[in-house]
């Protein structure tokens, strides 16, 4: 079982839509990052989560570490949100990322 | 503020070659992380590079092998290139003690 798991895998919405992607983790961990790779392959950062909750422009992303899930909401999503969006945490004590698989999203127009 | 660069941005090597790959951290950070990106696959961590030294790497053979620079910025050498190191590699780079990361634009390898 990955470390990190996240759903969906691929997911198509309308332009406008409310969307979603979950990501759960099987370990302690210092902070969760959500990041967005277009194609071509260049990583952007999103968020960096340890608590709660954070919001950026239409993007929110949640944590709840009891639980070892996060959530990243994309609100009034827009065809330039397609791109692949990966949940990826730093275990313990480690530096390194550990990563989900990635969720590639479509918002049509 | 420049951020993270990697060279070269494409290229093509042939099975058995050696290949380095450079990668520049944005000024400042002091740690310098590689990630390699197969096709189909997920990322996976490769090397971690802080202050000039190694301090961690992934599952992956001896000839993945790279320094860092007193400069902080970095080196990825593969030796006696396979077909499966066909792959986008990543480059980040953090503060020292900081979570936050900065991804480099990738280098993508293509073994023949």
């Known amino acids: 079982k990955n470390e990190v798991e996240q759903s969906p895998q691929n997911l198509t919405a309308q332009e406008g839509e409310f969307i979603t992607i979950n990501c759960s983790y099987s370990?302690?961990?210092?902070?969760l990052h959500w990041l967005q790779q277009h194609p071509g392959g260049g990583i952007v950062s999103l968020f960096m989560l340890s608590s709660g909750k954070k919001k950026h422009g239409r993007l929110i992303a949640t944590i709840n570490i009891q639980e070892k899930h996060s959530s990243l909401h994309i609100t009034a999503s827009h065809p330039r949100d397609s791109a692949v969006y990966i949940c990826a945490v730093i275990p313990g004590s480690a530096r390194q990322l550990t990563f989900g698989s990635g969720t590639q999203l479509t918002v049509l127009p | 503020e420049a951020g993270v660069t990697q060279s070269p941005t494409h290229l093509i090597k042939t099975r058995g070659q050696q290949v380095t790959l450079r990668c520049s951290p944005i000024?400042?950070?002091?740690?310098v992380y590689w990630y390699q990106q197969a096709l189909g696959l997920g990322l996976q961590f490769l090397l971690w590079y802080d202050e000039g030294e190694e301090r961690n790497r992934g599952n992956f053979p001896p000839r993945f092998s790279g320094r860092q620079f007193p400069n902080y910025s970095s080196e990825l050498n593969v030796n006696a290139l396979e077909l499966e190191d066909s792959a986008l590699y990543l480059c980040?780079?953090?503060?020292?003690?900081?979570?936050?990361?900065?991804f480099g634009s990738g280098t993508r390898l293509t073994v023949v």
């Open positions: 370990v302690g961990i210092s902070a």
């Open positions: 980040a780079s953090s503060f020292t003690g900081s979570g936050g990361y900065t």
């Open positions: 000024s400042g950070h002091t740690s």
